[in-house]
């Protein structure tokens, strides 16, 4: 059974950091193309960063440029959030969600295959 389960949300103060993991059951993180998304309260859910087949990147929002990474540790079929400088607006549930394509694309989120349910993330002083 393909699965994914985010972990490692919380609440953290501005400024401070915290790293998501996504881990994989049930296939090959490096077979797939593996993103972050995340869902504000009450706005629309956005592609945020993904990491495709060969360990390429892709950033989709300026606004976490220079704060966040995303990587993937093969060994442990897990893929990595790492956030940084965490800032009020940062706050969402974050979501992995892999895609069979192995690219990351443009519209990122309607060639996902699989979704993991979600790990929240409060960004509050």
């Known amino acids: 059974q393909l699965q994914l389960v985010e972990s490692g949300g919380g609440l953290v103060r501005p400024g401070g950091s915290l790293r998501l993991s996504c881990a994989a059951s049930?296939?090959?993180?490096?077979?797939?193309?593996v993103g972050w998304f995340r869902q504000a309260p009450g706005k629309e859910r956005e592609r945020v960063l993904c990491i495709n087949s060969s360990g390429g990147t892709s950033n989709y929002v300026d606004s976490v440029k220079g704060r966040f990474t995303i990587s993937r540790d093969n060994a442990k079929n897990t893929v990595y959030l790492q956030m940084n400088s965490l800032k009020h607006e940062d706050t969402a549930v974050y979501y992995c969600?892999?895609?069979?394509?192995?690219?990351?694309?443009?519209?990122?989120?309607?060639?996902?295959?699989?979704w993991g349910k979600g790990t929240l993330v409060t960004v509050s002083s």
């Open positions: 969600a892999a895609s069979r394509s192995r690219l990351c694309v443009f519209a990122l989120e309607s060639i996902m295959d699989y």
């Open positions: 049930g296939f090959t993180t490096d077979d797939y193309a």
